[in-house]
Structure formats: C-alpha cells, structure tokens
C-alpha cells in the first residue's frame, strides 16, 4: 500500500509545519515543555503563562485548526480526513498542545448534529473560543463498559430536568465549566432506551465533585455527585429518551488515533536515544539479555502495525466509510503497544525503574520508565477496554456469534 501524499495534501503538510515552526510558542516545544504545560498555563494564576496559552489558542482558532473536522458553518475548519490525519500528525510530531479535547472531539459534535438552534449559538461559539472548559459524565460506579445499563435519574419537572445521582471516571470535572452527560429519563424502558443527553452548568446548586488521586499520584479523575439538580429542559441535545444514539453517532468525528500513534512511535524512538548514552548504558540491562532485545525489537515492530492501522482507517474514513470493527483493532493496537512498551522499559532498567523522583541522579530518563509503568495500568480499560474491543472484532469483524 501506497502511504505517500497527493501534491494537495503535501502542500497541507507543509503549510501546517510552517504554521507550527512560526505560530508555536518557544515555551511548548518539545525541548522546553512537558505534555502537560498548556493545560497547567491556560489554568495559570501567573498573567505571562495564561497570555502565552491564550496566544497559541488564538493562532489555531484564526484558522479553524481548534476544531479542524467541525464544519465552516459552525466555525471549525471543515478538513476532509485525509487533511484531519495530516494535521494531527504534524501536530503530534512537533508535540504541539492540543486545544480543546472532549467538547471538541464529542460534545461539540453532539450539538452541531442533534442539538437546537439555541444550544449551539450558545455553547459552539464558547468551545471553539476554548473559553470554557468542558467534561463528560458517562461512567458509573456500576455502568462502565456496559455503559447503557447507567442509573443517574432525571426526572421532568415543568420545564427543568431535577438529576439526581452519581458519575465516576470524570476527566477534568475539577476545572470543567459544563459537563455533558447521559441521564435515565425513563427508568422502564429497554436499557439503551430512555436515556437523554443533557448539558448541565457545574456550579448549579447540588453538584459536588471530589477528586480520585491515582496510583501515580496524579488527580485526573473526579467523582461527581448529583442531589436535586435542576437543568432546564432546553439543555437536552436531540430527543428525550433517544440519548444512547446521539452519543453513537459522536464516534464518526476523527478517530484515527494518528496522535497516539505518532506519541507511540516517538516514545520509543526516545528511549532507544537514551540507551546510547553513557547514563543510558550504565542504567540499562539491554547489552546482556537477548530476550530484552528481542523484546524491543517486538515493540517496534507492534507500533509500525499500529501506525499503519491508522492509515488504513483514515483511507476508509476518505472513502466515505464509516470504521466500525477496524476502529477497535486500531485502539486496541495502539493502547496495547503502549502498555507493552512501558513493561518493556521497566525491565531494562531494572531496579532502577523504582526511582519515582525525577530529580535523583539514580533516575533513568528522569524517572520516565516508573512513571510510565504506573500511568500504563489502566491504557487497556479506557475508551472502552480491550475485552471490549475483542468482542467487537469477533462479532463485528469475524462475524462469530455472541457467547
């Protein structure tokens, strides 16, 4: 297969690389930030870190590139996949920050399709300004991958919803201004039925979140807790009891995964750098185990596979095809590649994966491996577990039948 660019999408290419070269501020290139700059400036109380995060929001909204799959009309900037892939590949490749993440990748396409007039001259100019800042309210502590069998009630009250239950797993509910979720509307109904998708305020009398510190001491992840919420009935998107199906339909926005599969390719090719200096080489056990080497070799090659997965779902997605079983053997791939890969390290370095802090000269690569090996953990539950996308494979892809 022919992976080479068109004359049209090389010269998207280049003109993307010179946007970042000239647009990206020194502060987040890969040699001065971490993966998590941005988001620490753009909540910054220091004026100079929050100017830098709102310039380089600035420079991508001037070009729709915030959110480059919405549609002209709704501010975005219309790309075909083909020119999405490319985008997010020069964007991972440089480690430029990402702007925006869930309400552009699923809330906002939930409003442009299923949502009225009203909700999106609301919301749609606020997201794409990045403005404000946004979470998703799905998982339950008895709902996770069987998502539909969730049990957060809201029940109509005149013209407001009043909710009243509990959400888990809540990405950034501790800086989000809104948060989209799905609620059961009518509790007698087939499980994937009477559920409804609502856009709340989070400082609305009776939300409560607390924080979930994860076993790398990092706080992501929220509980969130609902007791008599009132949300007005406008803020529902699409029909009442039809919101199983406006969160379906969210998965046909850019999912090639290109970003992570770039960030795969890179990781190793860093750690491979750092193996060939002199710490590198005092630190690793590489040079006495073929097995080690073998299993580097492995890794590789899994990530090639992946990187290649995403073309072949961007190819189908420019074709007018939707993925469907393809799109869960490219996650599965690529989030079971990173896990591996973290294992990997750990064993080459040893005992010295147990160094936690970066700032230790016993540390390798300022303690990356022990980091990663933790942060790993959970990249085959995520975005729908691996088990998951194994039964998605086998019914969907190889057409077996359901056990």
């Not at 996770?144 to 109509?156: K, P, V």
């Not at 009518?186 to 009776?206: E, N, V, W, Y």
């Not at 995964?257 to 630190?283: C, D, F, H, M, P």
Request: aromatic fraction near 8%; charged fraction near 25%.
């Amino acid at each position: 297969m022919d992976w080479a660019d068109s004359q049209e999408q090389a010269s998207f290419r280049t003109a993307v690389r010179q946007f970042i070269s000239e647009d990206l501020p020194g502060r987040y290139r890969p040699d001065k930030a971490g993966p998590t700059t941005w988001g620490h400036d753009r909540h910054s109380d220091d004026a100079e870190l929050k100017q830098t995060s709102d310039r380089w929001v600035k420079a991508l909204a001037d070009r729709g590139w915030i959110a480059p799959a919405w549609p002209r009309e709704y501010g975005g900037a219309g790309l075909s996949p083909m020119e999405q892939f490319i985008f997010n590949h020069e964007m991972a490749d440089a480690r430029a920050p990402q702007v925006g993440g869930q309400e552009i990748a699923q809330i906002g396409p939930a409003i442009i399709i299923h949502g009225s007039d009203d909700l999106k001259r609301e919301y749609l100019p606020q997201i794409l300004s990045g403005d404000t800042n946004w979470c998703q309210g799905f998982s339950e502590p008895g709902s996770g991958s069987d998502l539909a069998s969730l049990q957060t009630r809201a029940e109509r009250s005149g013209d407001d919803y009043i909710i009243n239950g509990q959400k888990i797993w809540t990405s950034n509910a501790h800086h989000a201004d809104y948060i989209a979720m799905l609620v059961r509307t009518d509790p007698a109904a087939p499980k994937h039925r009477g559920i409804s998708f609502l856009l709340l305020d989070m400082k609305s009398p009776g939300i409560s979140v607390r924080p979930l510190v994860n076993m790398g001491w990092a706080h992501g992840f929220n509980e969130v807790f609902f007791e008599d919420v009132h949300v007005p009935a406008r803020n529902r998107v699409g029909e009442e009891n039809r919101g199983w199906y406006v969160s379906v339909t969210l998965m046909d926005f850019e999912r090639s995964r290109i970003r992570q599969a770039v960030s795969a390719r890179r990781e190793l090719s860093t750690l491979l750098e750092y193996l060939t200096t002199e710490a590198g080489q005092q630190k690793s056990r590489l040079a006495k185990s073929v097995t080690l080497r073998h299993q580097v070799a492995d890794r590789a090659t899994e990530i090639e596979v992946a990187f290649n997965l995403a073309f072949r779902v961007v190819s189908m997605q420019a074709k007018g095809v939707v993925p469907n079983y393809e799109a869960s053997m490219l996650q599965m791939s690529i989030f079971e590649a990173n896990q591996r890969t973290a294992h990997t390290e750990a064993r080459i370095f040893g005992l010295y994966t147990n160094c936690w802090d970066e700032e230790t000269e016993w540390a390798p690569r300022a303690a990356m491996p022990a980091q990663r090996y933790v942060s790993s953990v959970s990249a085959t539950i995520a975005g729908g577990s691996s088990e998951i996308q194994r039964n998605i494979i086998a019914t969907r892809g190889l057409g077996l039948p359901r056990g």
